[in-house]
């Protein structure tokens, strides 16, 4: 069976980065019938918080990657890893070093000095008289040959064993370190592919030599590159690279942020836009690009823009009542909001903004907008918006079909073009400048909405053009 894992550090939000990096891993299970893990890698105890934990779990629902195990918490684990450590120092394939922090930096300072690469000297590799109390566990490297790491991204990279040193096994409160940890649990969860950033190419060839040492199976590796900003470096705050959740909280709908991150690297000929059970059936992480990706604020409001247009009204809703909550806006004394959200589909770009857009329907305004009533409303207003409210007002049978039919016979009779009648009627009802169709956003509004409006636009227009 296939397995693979997303592990999070809890020191921070979940970020685009990781957030792509979970849905490769999720996907990569998914096509092939297999199993997901969370597991929360909280062994920085000094760093760890359960307001990342809980942004974790939280960006991890709202995106939508369920996962068949977990969440599993490394510190729950401790003992295991001591296991492991005691069990690699009885085989000889690990050793206690008490060389202090002050030595350590002598020794990297004299190799920089002789352009060598900085690493540990191997110096109490071979000591038995080291104490425990005070002393690191270090794993004995391989001292020759090379380690081929059979990446499915990148290929094969070769890193010879001379490049690599004794890495830290436990620190001396015996606290186990990720390196250890990560094989362990990789091992014991019976992992069979790694998928994670290219910044954990360094790491690999040592947990390779750690997973020969314990007669593990190794998993197979897959290297993605990192995101970068659009000015070519790494992305980061400056870039707006907040976490998952904000991304809800401006208005982006989860799956359209899927589907950016897909494509964040990742393409199927010129097809832009997926479904859930495409973005399983087609990902190849074997096509993952090589390059680096750039991130695109434009591109993902682009991405969302078609979700929104395109998903069913039901499914919006679900993802705006987040935001209509957020907003305050209630909306259960009027039009059905899949109706409103159909009709606004195409003039919203987040969420955020269809709900902002939506409020006039559920909620009577205090007042116009001056730049909508200074551009729309003349001294003609007045007897305009009478003249429509009188008919309105003896409508029967309140539709699309009979609030147009009011519409042209008023510009009919009063002799005015559409662009003369229209914008004051819709300031009238909406109180600002900007709306659907005028049937169907008076249609939504209801019949006795709009005339109470109409009748409060026409004493302002009165007033504001009285002699």
Request: hydrophobic share 35%.
């Amino acid at each position: 069976m296939i397995v693979t894992r997303f592990p999070p550090s809890p020191t921070g939000d979940l970020h685009i980065g990781g957030a792509r990096t979970a849905l490769y891993s999720w996907l990569y299970a998914r096509q092939n019938n297999g199993k997901f893990i969370l597991r929360i890698e909280d062994t920085d105890l000094e760093r760890n918080s359960q307001k990342s934990i809980d942004a974790i779990l939280d960006g991890m629902n709202w995106l939508g990657l369920d996962y068949d195990e977990g969440p599993i918490f490394q510190t729950d684990r401790f003992d295991r890893y001591k296991e492991v450590i005691q069990q690699l120092l009885d085989e000889g394939k690990a050793y206690r070093c008490d060389c202090s922090p002050e030595e350590l930096d002598a020794v990297r300072e004299q190799q920089r000095a002789n352009k060598e690469k900085p690493k540990y000297n191997g110096k109490c590799r071979h000591r038995t008289d080291v104490p425990v109390e005070g002393s690191v566990v270090r794993f004995k490297n391989p001292l020759e040959g090379d380690v081929v790491i059979h990446d499915l991204v990148k290929g094969d990279i070769v890193i010879n064993n001379r490049e690599l040193d004794d890495l830290i096994l436990a620190r001396p409160n015996g606290v186990p370190t990720y390196n250890l940890t990560v094989v362990v649990d990789d091992m014991d969860m019976g992992m069979t592919h790694v998928i994670r950033g290219d910044d954990h190419i360094n790491n690999t060839p040592r947990q390779i030599n750690l997973f020969e040492a314990l007669g593990a199976k190794l998993p197979a590796f897959a290297h993605v590159p990192m995101i970068l900003g659009d000015d070519g470096k790494r992305l980061s705050k400056r870039h707006g690279a907040v976490g998952v959740m904000q991304y809800r909280d401006d208005g982006f709908i989860p799956q359209a942020l899927l589907n950016y991150l897909l494509r964040l690297g990742w393409s199927h000929e010129d097809q832009e836009i997926f479904s859930r059970e495409e973005m399983i059936n087609l990902f190849k992480i074997e096509d993952v690009n090589v390059a680096p990706s750039t991130f695109n604020t434009k591109k993902l409001i682009w991405v969302n823009e078609q979700y929104i247009q395109t998903l069913p009204a039901e499914e919006i809703a679900t993802h705006l009542q987040w935001h209509l909550d957020d907003q305050n806006l209630d909306t259960s004394n009027g039009p059905a909001i899949t109706d409103v959200i159909d009709a606004h589909r195409e003039r919203a770009k987040t969420l955020k903004e269809l709900a902002h857009n939506i409020r006039y329907y559920y909620e009577d305004f205090e007042e116009f907008d001056a730049n909508a009533t200074k551009k729309h409303f003349k001294t003609a207003t007045p007897g305009i918006l009478q003249n429509l409210l009188d008919k309105f007002s003896a409508v029967e049978n309140w539709n699309t079909e009979s609030i147009d039919a009011v519409i042209k016979n008023t510009c009919e009779e009063l002799e005015l073009g559409m662009g003369k009648v229209g914008p004051a009627l819709r300031v009238a009802v909406t109180g600002v400048a900007m709306s659907p169709s005028l049937d169907v956003t008076l249609n939504l509004i209801g019949k006795e909405r709009t005339l109470e409006r109409m009748e409060k636009a026409v004493e302002f227009a009165t007033a504001k053009y009285a002699d």
